[in-house]
């Protein structure tokens, strides 16, 4: 069975740092490609950064260079260095996994992160 596990999240200040983390397990094959979402109150769910195998990065656009996505392929687990926080960054932030030879993906059961002064 397919299993996520977050860490990482919290309350922080405008101008701090956070740092989330994800581990996958359960898949014998790995995952094609990891990342994270989030969802802030009455909004959509958004990209916020993905990375592949051989990581190649994908960052949402409002990201602008805050954020750093990592990834260790072997222990299929990601991490997302937040910088430069944002009172617009408060949101619930989703880990998701994917396996393009199965067409399927799989989600966490989201962070909290909260930035407030």
């Known amino acids: 069975q397919v299993q996520l596990v977050e860490s990482g999240g919290g309350l922080v200040q405008p101008g701090g740092s956070l740092r989330l983390s994800c581990s996958a397990s359960?898949?014998?094959?790995?995952?094609?490609?990891m990342g994270w979402y989030r969802q802030a109150p009455g909004k959509r769910r958004e990209l916020v950064a993905t990375?592949?195998?051989?990581?190649?990065?994908n960052y949402g656009d409002f990201v602008k260079g805050r954020f750093t996505i990592s990834r260790d392929v072997p222990k299929s687990t990601i991490h997302l260095q937040m910088d430069s926080l944002k009172p617009e960054d408060t949101a619930v932030y989703y880990c998701?996994?994917?396996?393009?030879?199965?067409?399927?993906?799989?989600w966490g059961q989201g962070t909290q992160v909260t930035v407030s002064s």
């Open positions: 998701n996994a994917k396996r393009k030879i199965f067409d399927d993906d799989y």
């Open positions: 359960g898949s014998a094959f790995g995952f094609t490609d």
């Open positions: 990375i592949t195998k051989l990581r190649s990065t």
